[in-house]
């Protein structure tokens, strides 16, 4: 017998921008905390546990709730830290999910944040591959082993991206246009969100084809920005849910996984060069959620999709393997329309990552806005006019290897 | 070192830029002003040094910033006989007093170097003041040292 | 939901100052001797959880490559940015959840060899107030700390040197310790380099490079491992206040409150009583009656009798620390984790020259930050 767990409440800071001078870390997650708590009838000492999490070598601070403890309520209550690179939000999200499944605990805070205006986003990620660099520099190129060298063609993790995107393009049949009309389509979404850093209204393929390619096929306009925000959900059991009577405006968590691969930037394992659009573990976590979920036909039982896409490439990727579009059809679902907010399958309403990338929130964001979704909460002009019954959010992390998927749903998954 | 292991040195230094916030801010500028700066819960009543935004306690934020004495009691202290700097020990060649000082109006210890003739001088419960540079400018060094009242 | 979780395997590697081998094939020779010796493969396990840190790594996202090692390659797999305590404890959850049979748990660091542990230590002060000041480190913390239990209950510079002689022979006995001196004497400790005194160079762990490899099963997959699982009975964590002059450095609130979670789950009234033994992450040989006290081991200011008579050594009331503890080898991220290693080697009764005997019931604990102001308490019981 599984104990189900509802999401009640999802809480930002404010609007995800660029540049938050004003404000240290603690101050930034502070109030999404209290935004969280203030839209449910709790009182800040009902969190009985906190799970948090964000890419600490951003920003330089190692473990950095240590020091935010007051500011999040964590001071003499159980926090714990965790963190998997992208999918960090997603992965301290189910960590929470745990604390309350375990029967440990009744009410439990997720938080992820990101404050990259006091770091440099890039140095960050090339830290991930500093070690081999340095040894590539020193000792002769070594192909010999997954060391993910072919990341440095390119600079920074769009080097890395822009291999799954022309992989991706050659299986799908599609081209740049592809990319350029998603990554619009997400701009534009983000414009009625109120909280999404890049809004543009409007935003048209032609805008985002202007901008300059930095790695063939990804140009400036295909990758994220770098925001400064912070996001809090709580996680309750059914039982408190009960007690609190809010049974019916909450999410319940019907299916959720994680898996790893090896660092997939387009490496040479025993002989054979790994590709980085094949995502074969995502297939094998969704398939695996979906059956956790009871759902048989996702592209049925599926009505919406918050996906994890730092570069516009991947917003075609990821629902097809996540089984939501057959393979290499989501240039077509795009143009026939089927992704906008009021299509088919609504894809990444919020706007997405590519328009709001606080990289310890976004894949929690990811979570949070399927839970809005599911609750009819989602501000501004970006909810779901359709009846919702399921919600899928997911993420990745890593060098393309870590992936989180979670099915959220109105109803819990009878026992 | 062993044989079979290859070190790469990786001679980078990363570089931040690393937000004081807004109630550190005030704390600064308070320094300059030979000011010693806490907040003050408006439910509990406990004035905290250095300033947050929020009580820990009552989860209620916090901005009202109250002035606290300077000269007060030492509360504990540890002999110092080196400073660690870029995650370098390094030996000093005077010992040196880190003390927690209790000053009137603030529920927390404030940490500060204690300056006495004498290492054997120092004692818990001894009365101390703040000393402050002749010319301030915002920043941490403003207030000196404790040396005894 | 499972109802009862245990330790059914378990394998630390030999730690070190200077790892003969890199980080990955540290970690893949102990995950791969561990299932050789368990009879089983990588598809036993349902979930695995790393305890690595960015920042001790070098290296952002640092389980990146070291996913294929411990066999996690398309498999379940997250990371607990704290100590392999922590890990522990998720993996604990995830078991208990039902969503999950067997777990293995990995901590591990090259704390010996790879980087400055105070640099570490330096980035997890927060940046625009105790690191700018460049007062209050992890050092001057636990001196600050070990002056005020030095002071209030009359425990002496002798007293503490001879604590740290105690863990230091029996590290001395235990193959896994990277710090071996068989010869030291209380004499030496109390003359060795003074850093913020009370603490001098003898008190401090020995940060080593090292991993321990831990793996969790509920009570119906146990038997598929081992005849004799260890089970883990009580579980608590807690966090205090981060600004040093707030807390109370001796009463500890929050690691009491984290004990006696895990001594109300373990059905333990009185911890003096039913507690056999104890596995404490002290990084400092200070932190230890302080520790202990807090968890409710010995009467609050019996660290001078307890020491005088001998009360936590492998042959006292209430032994601390039997494997040497980290005075021994301070792997960090990996040094919580080797406590429950330690522990249920000594529940098995496998742990040799240390064997504490008759031991039913243990008490394991975790820190992390400045001053252990993080704290993670299981019960484990045989
Ligand atoms: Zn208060």
Known sequence: ?415 | MPGNVVRARVPITFSYKNRVGHALEQYINGLKEKKILGVKCPACKKVYVPPRTVCGKCHKPIDQMVEIGQEGVLKNFTTAHVTIANGEITDVQQPYIIGLIKLPGASSLISGIIKTSSVPEVKTGMKVKAVWKETTQGDYNDLAYFEPA | MNERVAVVGYKQTKHTFDSPVARERMIYELVKSLFKDLGITRDDIDTFIFASNDFTDGRTISEVYTVPRIGSFMKDETKVEADGLNAALYAYMRILSGLYETALVIGFSMAGSEFRVPLTQAYTLDPVYERPRGIINFYSTAALQASAYMKKYKFTDEDLARLTVKNLQNANNNPYAARKEPTISVEDVLNSKPLYLPIRQAHVSAYADGACAVILSSKKAAKKFTDTPVWIDGVGHSMDTYYIGDRDLLGMEHLSAAAKKAYKMAGIKNPKKEIDFAELHTNFASEEPVFAEAMGLFKPGSGKDVVKNGDSGIGGALPVNPSGGPLGANPINATGLIRLAEASEQLRKEAGKNQVKGAKTAVVHAQDGPGAQLNTVFVVRR
């Open chain 1, 1 to 415: 017998m599984k104990r189900n767990v509802a999401i009640i409440s999802v809480g930002y800071n404010g609007r995800f921008v660029s540049k938050r001078p004003d404000i240290n870390i603690p101050e930034l997650i502070q109030p999404a905390v209290d935004t969280a708590i203030g839209k449910t009838k709790l009182k800040h000492d009902q969190i009985e546990a906190y799970v948090v999490g964000n890419m600490h070598t951003f920003e330089g601070i190692n473990q950095p709730h240590l020091w935010a403890s007051d500011h999040f309520g964590g001071s003499k209550k159980p926090v714990m830290r965790v963190a998997t690179g992208g999918s960090t939000g997603a992965s301290v999200y189910q960590a929470a999910y745990y604390h309350v499944a375990s029967g440990m605990y009744d009410v439990v805070m997720a938080i992820g944040w990101e404050k990259h205006d006091e770091g440099d986003a890039q140095v960050g990620l090339m830290g991930i591959l500093l070690p081999e660099a340095f040894s590539l520099f020193n000792f002769g190129p070594d192909m010999s082993e997954d060391r993910g060298v072919a990341g440095l063609g390119g600079g920074g993790s769009t080097g890395g991206a822009a291999f799954q995107a022309m992989s991706y393009l050659t299986k799908a049949h599609a081209g740049i246009e592809h990319i350029d009309r998603v990554a619009a389509m997400m701009r534009s979404n983000a414009a009625k969100n109120p909280y999404a850093h890049l809004q543009q209204p409007g935003c048209t393929e032609a805008d985002i084809a202007k901008t300059p390619i930095i790695s063939y096929p990804l140009r400036y306009g295909h990758t994220c920005p770098t925001s400064c925000g912070a996001i809090a959900m709580i996680l309750v059991s059914e039982e408190k849910a009960k007690k609190f009577g809010i049974t019916d405006r909450v999410a319940w968590v019907k299916g959720l996984g994680s898996g790893a691969s090896d660092a997939t930037t387009g490496n040479i394992i025993e002989g054979q060069i790994t590709d980085p659009a094949e995502q074969y573990m995502c297939k094998v976590v969704a398939k695996k959620v979906y059956s956790m979920a009871g759902i048989k036909d996702p592209r049925k039982d599926i009505q919406v999709a918050e996906v994890y896409s730092g570069f516009s490439h991947q917003d075609l990727m990821w629902p097809e393997r996540l089984g939501l579009v057959d393979e290499g059809k989501s240039p077509e679902m795009l143009d026939k329309g089927a992704f906008a907010i009021d299509g088919e399958l609504p894809l990444n309403p919020s706007g997405g990552v590519t328009s709001t990338n606080a990289i310890g929130a976004s894949a929690m964001v990811r979570v949070g806005e399927a839970a809005l979704q599911v609750m009819g909460l989602a501000e501004g002009g970006h909810q779901v006019q359709r009846k919702i019954e399921n919600v899928v959010a997911h993420g990745w992390g890593g060098l393309f290897q870590f992936v989180t998927v979670t099915v959220l749903g109105r109803t819990p998954v009878k026992k």
